[in-house]
């Protein structure tokens, strides 16, 4: 079964985070949310969210997949931890996928992922940063990484995961049971 890890900071944009999660847990994908510490997160919108476990405990597994939900101040958090900067250097040098939405793109740029990548954002969020080719689609995929615009793209983002990992079939399976309009449905 294939593995996610969504690491969770005060802050994060809850509408990419429970997307992202639910999306994922639908296509039978095991996902793992930990928090920074082990306290409940207050997301960007003032929601709660009790992660599974703190970032040490789940960095003791083994993942297929590392996402990080955008928002602010959460994408700033997690840019500010060295341990999810290690932890997408060893994602990213052991050939596995790394996935980010809204302004987490700009951790994967401080961390030395970016360079020479296709990559998204939400508008700004890359600001000073340099050495990718920037796109304004509504999900971005160079390689292993994966990067998406915010919280409009989130669906769009979940579903080019889900894709990834498990399979053009089982997306298409929980796209269809989300009852999503075709014309509103990405092609990724």
């Known amino acids: 079964m294939a593995s ?5 900071a005060q802050g994060c944009e809850e509408l990419e985070a429970t997307t992202v999660v639910d999306l994922l847990r639908r296509a039978g994908v095991n996902v793992v949310t930990a928090g920074l510490d082990d306290q409940p997160v207050r997301a960007s919108r003032g929601m709660l969210i009790v992660p599974d476990m703190a970032l040490d405990e789940a960095l003791k597994q083994s993942y297929d997949m590392v996402v990080l939900p955008g928002g602010l101040p959460g994408a700033d958090h997690l840019n500010q931890d060295p341990r999810i900067h290690r932890l997408l ?5 052991s050939g596995r996928f790394t996935a980010a939405i809204c302004a987490a793109p700009k951790v994967f740029a401080s961390a030395g992922l970016l360079s020479g990548k296709r990559v998204t954002s939400f508008p700004g969020a890359l600001d000073g940063y340099a050495g990718f080719d920037y796109r304004e689609d509504a999900v971005v995929q160079d390689g292993r990484v994966i990067t998406s615009r915010g919280p409009g793209t989130a669906m769009d983002f979940a579903l080019s995961l889900i894709e990834n990992l498990v399979g053009k079939e089982r997306r298409d399976k929980v796209e269809a049971s989300l009852q ?3 014309r509103e449905r990405a092609s990724i």
Not at 4 to 8: F, H, I, M, S
Not at 89 to 93: E, F, G, I, K, T
């Open 180 to 182: 999503r309009p075709a």
């Open 89 to 93: 250097r060893d994602m990213a040098d």
């Open 4 to 8: 996610v890890l969504v690491p969770l």
